[in-house]
């Protein structure tokens, strides 16, 4: 057993999500309000001086710039912080209607709240120099470090994260420091730094870390995977945690569902689908109907390579028994040892996807997409990067997943499966019910480009599969490789021949 997980509590990814909602063109009014009410209560709480002045500074603030809310408009001591203050939006398309008002009072008292706190840390510290030993000194720095995680000055509590792990020799301790600087890089959308620490946390997990923190790992490493849009390396990860997952100070249980569900549905194998999402009681759990949920919780079912595999269209609960709303508040606790309270969530529509998909209902598999687009991909500030990528990457499993079951299919059949015109398939047109209109892709440009092997022949309206051959597409392979190769081989023998005559 390993110790309790420390610098757990900071930052607040949360807040991150708020602010998110606040620049997010497609948040309800209502949604940013509840947003900007929350944020503010956290600023005032935890005396967020230096979050405040990034989010609604007149002047350097990347929300409120027009200075709307101000009774002065105060100078600027700076220029704005790229790589962090920037990037906490996690859009490049701010809302026009964020209204974040600048209180200069309550800054500067939040400001002077920060600077007593500081004199006091500092103050400890000198005091467990001179009359206790490291391990107190560590503590007190350790408190410094959470400080400026909870204020929102990314650089420092790096650095104070650092300094504390430099001279912390406990293995689980400074997993935890690596994990917290991860949530840092989190917080402030910085892929770089997070992608460079998740190798170093693995690094320390493997030379003896204890099962908790392997296990917190792997939902950290699947979280990142998802925000590079790595939704193959990312699936297994997530679905693995489901059934383990304490990591509440990263993200909550009902988003790390939807994370799994998403994940693997665009990446996994027909069978791998099945078993580990189709069929998983963790998800059934969340997603099936009423004795799907009673059977899974009481443990009467199981998945994995030993479930059977019956018809597909009585692997899942049809679209008119899908969940609807669900709270899973009993589901874990926090960080804190507390409750974690959650809002509940309607999962009709992942609900649907899954069903629709594996069972072949095409036009409802395009509807359930459409409103998983809506309600998931565009409100969550990890999904919302990609999420004309996964509306596209979905449309082609559907596509492929019907055409690869017959040589010939006709084109007005194909479209009625999946309830849109003709043209939509063989020319660009409009994806009905989905937001992603500028980016959707027809049938016709995925075959173009070679990610469907078929043809479409407008003039008898049929569609014809190409069977990929695996002899000739190796031949082919080696032949294209041996060429490279010959070429690099020619080009390597010139030098050595110019090298050569350079000597004589």
């Known amino acids: 057993m390993g110790s309790d997980p420390q610098y757990a509590r900071y930052p607040d990814l949360s807040l991150a999500q708020h602010i998110f909602h606040l620049a997010n063109p497609s948040s309800t009014a209502d949604t940013r309000q509840t947003s900007l009410k929350l944020l ?4 005032s709480e935890h005396k967020m001086a230096t979050l405040y002045r990034h989010l609604a500074h007149p002047v350097d603030g990347v929300l409120n710039a027009s200075g709307e809310g101000s009774v002065q408009k105060p100078p600027s001591t700076g220029s704005k912080r790229a790589g962090s203050a920037a990037n906490i939006l996690a859009s490049k398309k701010a809302s026009p209607k964020v209204d974040f008002p600048w209180d200069e009072k309550l800054y500067e008292e939040l400001k002077a709240s920060n600077e007593k706190e500081l004199e006091a840390f500092q103050k400890e510290e000198e005091e467990a120099a001179e009359k206790a030993g ?21 650089d420092k509590a790096i650095a104070s994260y650092e300094a504390v792990f430099e001279n912390t020799g406990v293995l689980g301790t400074r997993i935890d420091l690596v994990l917290a600087i991860i949530r840092v890089g989190l917080f402030f959308v910085d892929k770089v730094m ?24 792997k939902a950290y490493q699947g979280l990142h995977y998802l925000t590079i849009r790595s939704y193959n390396l990312a699936a297994p990860l997530l679905l693995d945690s489901l059934s383990t997952f304490t990591s509440y100070e990263l993200c909550s249980y009902s988003a790390l569902v939807v994370y799994s569900v998403l994940a693997g549905s665009v990446s996994l194998k027909r069978v791998d689908f099945k078993a580990k999402v189709v069929d998983a009681p963790e998800i059934k759990a969340i997603l099936g109907d009423g004795e799907e949920k009673l059977s899974a919780l009481s443990g009467a079912i199981s998945a994995g390579p030993g479930a059977q595999d019956e018809e ?20 874990g606790q926090s960080a804190t ?30 509807l359930a997409l459409a409103a998983v687009e809506d309600r998931f991909l565009s ?34 059949s194909m479209a009625n499966d999946f309830g849109v015109s003709v ?23 995925f075959i173009a480009g070679d990610r469907i092997p078929c043809t479409i022949d407008r003039v008898n309206g049929i569609i014809e599969t190409n069977r990929p051959d695996d002899k000739n597409k ?16 020619q080009k390597y023998g010139q030098a050595v021949r110019l090298r050569g005559s350079e000597r004589g």
């Open 423 to 445: 043209d939509f398939l063989d020319r660009q047109a409009p994806l009905p019910h989905s937001s992603c209109r500028a980016s959707s892709r027809d049938l016709a440009k």
């Open 312 to 331: 597909m269209r009585d692997a899942s609960a049809t679209p008119g028994t899908a969940a609807t709303a669900v709270n899973l508040t009993t589901l």
């Open 474 to 489: 190796q031949y082919n392979d080696v032949v294209k490789q041996g060429d490279a190769l010959i070429t690099k081989l």
């Open 134 to 154: 490291e391990t107190e000194v560590q503590a007190a720095k350790g408190k410094r470090a959470e400080f400026w995680a909870r204020v929102g000055d990314k």
């Open 194 to 217: 997070v992608k460079k620490n998740i190798e170093r946390a693995k690094a320390l997990v493997e030379s003896g870390g204890d099962w908790d923190r392997r296990n917190r790992l």
């Open 337 to 366: 040892g507390q409750p974690e309270v959650e809002t509940p969530i309607d999962f009709s529509p992942l609900a649907q996807l899954v069903s629709s998909l594996y069972t072949g209902d095409y036009r409802s598999f395009f």
């Open 379 to 412: 409100q969550d500030r990890y999904l919302y990067e990609h999420r004309g990528w996964f509306v596209r990457e979905m449309r082609l499993r559907g596509y492929q997943q019907l055409l690869q079951s017959y040589r010939v299919v006709g084109l007005g």
């Open 40 to 43: 503010q209560d956290a600023i």
